[in-house]
């Protein structure tokens, strides 16, 4: 798919936002055949909002994704109709017109084609089709108006495509930056940090290890590289099964095939869509913007904290055949734990921080 570079400051009319609200971001990248603009974003805005593209009418997108709380659920494991739970945590949709593959595992491609698989997923949306969404905006009047303008067709030519193009285009606005971690390090305000958080950002950088993968550049930092890690995390659920498993693979069986829990399944992470074995657990690198507000952590929301986190991470992580190279013991003091959870702190931008978790 063919990306336009469209500068932020063109877009930000769009959510009300100026410049100096998404300091330390890159160019927000915009599908060629999907351009912004207002009406679409506010249609967009609408369907993401509408629990009648459910299977029984309780959920919506927005129903994992609070505004409250940072666009993320505050829950363990996304919960869908019926009270039914699912395996992975719901993760922020802000600043994720910045990721290159969407979901954890990064089946995706991009936002419009992450928004087609909730909606016929059975834990979550539980539709049986998305001819069940196109079915409601049609017989809606206020539907029917607003993709006239929007796309300039009729009521029976509108498809699933155009909405997932405006529920799209509405999350390509929920961006976000400016925070005291942005002042200080791109404004070069240095009365913008804690002595403790600065301290946190020089372990981050080094010691620490953490932006070998949650990248800081020179111009902007993402907080993430796109890529796919196996960091330990819920590993030991696949344990039990292993050997048996890369056995059957061996043997050509399909993967598919193999007798294996909702769970355990879950934790193959990225090989589900690679079928590569080095790939069995890895997750895509989240961003650590806004991470005082999205918690639990984790694909599986099992760490609670984000203190827990770094101890996790100080351990050197769960102890796999799989495990990455990246994670290993980092024999933090406790004073370097402390800033390190300081400067995360850090990263929440202004409209996020008066949300509580």
Known sequence: MRLLPVLLLGLFFLSGANAGENSGL?????????????????????????QRFSGDGTISCASCHLPEKAFTDGL???????????????????????????????RAP???????????????????????IVDVVRRDAGYREQFHNVFGITAKQITIDHV?????????????????????????????LSDSAARG??????????????????NNALFTDN???????????????????????????DPRQFELSAWQRSELGRFNVTRVIADIGKFRTPTLRNI??????????????????????DQGGEKNRFLDAAIFPLHLTDQEKQDLVAFLQSLTSPQYQASEK
């Not at 603009?37 to 805005?45: E, N, P």
């Not at 991009?110 to 069940?132: M, T």
């Open 26 to 50: 890159p160019p927000l990248p915009v599908s060629a055949d999907n351009p912004q603009s207002a009406a679409k974003v506010a249609l967009g805005r609408q369907l993401f909002n509408d």
């Open 76 to 106: 363990p494991v996304a919960r869908g109709i019926d009270g039914q739970t699912g395996t992975r945590n719901a993760p922020t949709v802000v600043n994720a017109a910045f990721y290159t593959r969407l979901f954890l595992d990064g």
């Open 110 to 132: 991009s936002l419009e084609k992450q928004a087609l698989g909730p909606f016929v997923n059975p834990i979550e949306h539980g539709l049986q089709d998305h001819q069940q």
């Open 164 to 192: 997932v193009k405006a529920i799209a285009s509405f999350e390509r606005t929920l961006i976000a930056g400016d925070s005291p971690f942005d002042r200080y390090y791109f404004g070069r305000d240095r009365t913008a």
């Open 201 to 218: 950002l020089r372990i981050f950088r080094r010691k620490g290890n953490c932006a070998n993968c949650h990248e800081i550049s020179w």
């Open 227 to 253: 890529q796919f890690y196996n960091i330990g995390v819920g590993f030991q659920r696949l344990q039990p099964v292993m050997d048996e498993f890369l056995q059957a693979l061996r043997d050509g069986r």
């Open 292 to 313: 005082a507000r999205t918690g639990p952590y984790m694909h599986d929301g099992s760490v609670e904290t984000l203190e827990e986190v770094v101890e996790y991470y």
